[in-house]
């Protein structure tokens, strides 16, 4: 289970885990495989470096990355207070409206509100890419198109790989001319913002568009080795998978919630939607009844990015702390009706490592 | 390129080729798949019985199929005069008004009128089956859902296998509970009637869900031999392709129309949406400005199944007689941005074989 770009990190498996839990991504990490860890949600650098030093630490020294989600063109600034009054009034009461239909209390005096995930400002994902160098990823991800060229440039006069999530064959041309180093062809079935076209149409379609002038990383609907092998047999240096790991041992101690997990673990493929009202971009989410609320007729249409999330940032904070399995704000993708159990990662590892090779050799038995 | 399945049904390469071309069946069948022939638009037995006849003369002894779209429920049944009659005006209004807009000709006076596709009809449909088992088909499938069980016997009983399409895993196994014999697992990436789970995803979801009860085929968003690969390592029996065949050179000799390929070609994977306008349940089509006319605001909600059909049975004729690449209604999976030109059957079955025998061999290098 070797491809070049596993080689040429170091590797031991072309298995690239996106989470945002550290204890996964180490875990992922010491078991062969590249841990990405998200920072999207450290709206305070201090914590991101701090996270990043244990990551340091836990890894072995073996290769890890950091994924941000930095917009190309720099989007709306401004602090949270100056944005929040761009929101509309109409959004707050719908919003507060559902919350109590669903039976979600408020927040407790001695909560601290949650101020909104501000990691896709441009300002902020700049700042986790200058805490990021400090430590020693050896992968940056952007979530949303090419970074910036002088990050792109930061990051390569500091000796790490630039990858970028693409949707469409145009977006990865896009990155290779932006100078960005791996793509990451991402189908719609894919968790959090993704396009349309699926996975098995997308990732042969964008290694012929590029045609050797980047490696390619597949993603969306991934899960056991088979769908490795899909993607490796395709031409794709390797699988990067999110979804996957919201049910390892490792994320429920890191302080994965049970409801989420619970609610992962009973929802089956056709349980997802792609939606905008996690951030004001499509992304696919679990499908609970607040996803329900906002398909409803009554809803108004998701804000633009970053008002949308700013709007539900407390909501998503209520909905987190009240703990309903039937209540769950979380970007997941169709994969997720695959999961079966709360499984530490290196069993994980060494189940798709056996389920690859066996892909194999159905294929190298069907050529007599 | 072996699995147990095509050789029982002595098959040279496990590909299944659904298509409306009786010219394409044949040269799938003649180049060692099976080609699968749509009978829905065949409203006349007696032509369906002659277009067999030629199939039985034009595949060299080799098995060929026959594809049905039955319910299994018996649904509204009537002359296509009663259905008429339950068509609301408004939408009578709404496409004749959108075909003017489109500068799409009306029918010219001596233009036979189309009655619309009635082979959805249980009556119809069950006509089909009994013209079929009359000729030499290995195979009937069926487009929705598991047959009647009448259907299943009376094909066993002829020493045929029946094969029906599944979007999820629970319809995969009522399938087999009702004796389907071959589940066609189909992501939401392909053409026609098709439900949102991705391919990558429903694969393996639903072979683990059979556990062996019965043989899966792939379907949606298969087009080059890198995907059938991708499939069969899954554990696939082989692969089921539509939109493969759109552009297939003996399809253009056949009636295709010009319009219709050109349109193909000039398509994207983007360039596809699922809706309810062609037939009343979700289905995916070409993108065109007739599908986006009916995704403007003002447009009314498709009728259910049949109604809608015979409600745009006319304008698909003007749509079809007007050949005008922008205006075009069709069925069309994700993988037609992959399709690029007017290829023989033979040409594309041969590449098939070659990318195929391409992907196996990287992974055979990946294992070391």
Known sequence: MKTA??????????????????YVAAAVTRAGGMGVLGAVRYNDPAELDEVLTWMDE???GKPYGVDVVMPNKVPTEGSSMDLGAMIPEEHKVFVNRVLDDLGVPPLGDDAGKNA?????LHSVAQSH????????????????????????????????????LAGSTKHALAHVENGVDIVIAQGGEAGGHTGEVATMVLVPE???????????????????????AAVV?????????????LTAAEYAEDGGSRAMQKALLAATSRDTVRSRIYSG???RLLKSKWTDAWAADDAPDALPMPLQNLLVAEAHQRISEAQDPEVVAMPAGQIIGSLDGIVPVADTMAQIVAEYEAAVERLRASLG
């Open 281 to 283: 971009k499509p992304a």
């Open 206 to 228: 964008i290694i012929r568009a590029l045609d050797g002038r980047a490696p390619v990383l597949a993603a969306g609907g991934l899960g056991d080795g088979t769908q490795v």
């Open 116 to 120: 909104g995930v501000l990691g896709w």
């Open 129 to 164: 890419v200058d805490v990021a160098l400090k430590h020693r990823p050896v992968l940056i991800a952007n979530a949303l198109g090419s970074p910036p060229v002088e990050v792109i440039e930061q990051s390569h006069a500091a000796g790490l790989k630039v990858a970028a």
């Open 5 to 22: 770009l596993a080689e040429e990190f170091g590797i031991e498996y072309p298995i690239f885990a996106f989470t945002p839990s550290k």
């Open 58 to 60: 836990n890894t072995d």
């Open 233 to 245: 047999g395709m031409g794709a240096q390797g699988a990067w998978m999110g979804s996957r790991w």
